[in-house]
């Protein structure tokens, strides 16, 4: 699947996105993100405090417990700060 | 109804804008637009550009869908939203909502609603550049309100009663 980031989880990670393929036991949105955490120092820096970091799939909105099965866009990003 | 939603990098012009949902007709009896404009200050300090990042296909659906949402909440002759990207410099307008209707209250109530949406549902970034910085470029990523999330949650509560901010 592909995972975006924007805004400062992007900079943290250091790329906008990259295509990914987690274990099967990763089921949800909270679970990718505790997996990405221990990709590396990068990572865990970014999803360091996953409570505040908002995720999208397929482009709608979701929250953590969500299920990624079936997923082809993962974002993660900082609460938005439009209009 | 005619909704129109917009991302850009160009400026936009909300009188065009609103003379375009308007022209030839003649049911519309209030028309309401709100320009967000970028301020030369954020928390006391000034500002020397603001650089909006954004998630492209996501914006322009969420976005939509909250349009949508609008129109079944009030009865709506015409909506245009359109929302900037790229690097802003203060003075220069970041959003538009026009909402269009037969009645006012509608119109304020819905461009009011979809603005309290764009603030804390629409995929948008701000990140500020201060003016004052010293040696390098000093940026920030504006932090969410959570006085923004109280105004968009007020319109959570079933529509009827009330319609407009108090």
């Known amino acids: 699947m592909k995972i975006r980031y924007f805004a400062w989880v992007r900079e943290r990670v250091g790329k906008p996105e990259e295509e990914l393929e987690p274990p099967a036991a990763i089921a949800t949105v909270a679970d990718l993100m505790n ?9 865990a820096h970014a999803f360091e405090n996953p409570k505040v970091i908002r995720a999208a799939i397929d482009r709608a909105h979701v929250r953590a417990d969500a299920a990624i099965v079936g997923a082809r866009e993962i974002a993660f990003f900082p609460p938005m700060t439009g209009g | ?18 003379a375009k949902l308007t022209r030839g007709r003649t049911d519309i009896g209030a ?13 006391g300090r000034s500002l020397s550009a603001l650089t909006l990042e954004h998630y492209p296909d996501m914006a322009e659906a969420e976005i939509a869908r909250h349009v949508e949402a609008a129109e079944r909440r009030w009865p709506l002759l015409g909506v245009t939203v359109i929302h900037r990207f790229g690097r802003l410099v203060p003075g220069e307008d970041i959003v538009l909502v026009v909402a ?23 995929p948008f970034w701000k990140q500020v550049e201060y003016a004052d ?11 969410a309100k959570q006085s923004d999330d109280a105004l968009a949650d007020r319109w959570s509560k079933p529509p009827g009663r009330r319609e407009a901010a108090e």
Not at chain 2, 107 to 119: G, N, P, R, T, V
């Open chain 2, 133 to 143: 910085g010293k040696g390098d470029r000093e940026t920030k990523w504006v932090d």
């Open chain 2, 100 to 122: 269009a209707s037969s009645h006012r209250q509608d119109a304020f109530a819905a461009a009011e609603f979809l603005m309290d949406y764009l603030k804390t549902r629409a």
């Open chain 2, 1 to 18: 109804m005619s909704a129109t939603v917009r991302l850009q990098r160009e400026p936009f012009d909300a009188a065009t804008e609103a």
């Open chain 2, 31 to 43: 028309i309401v637009t709100f320009t967000g404009i970028c301020r030369g200050d954020e928390n």
């Open chain 1, 35 to 43: 997996w990405l955490a221990g990709r590396g120092e990068e990572y």
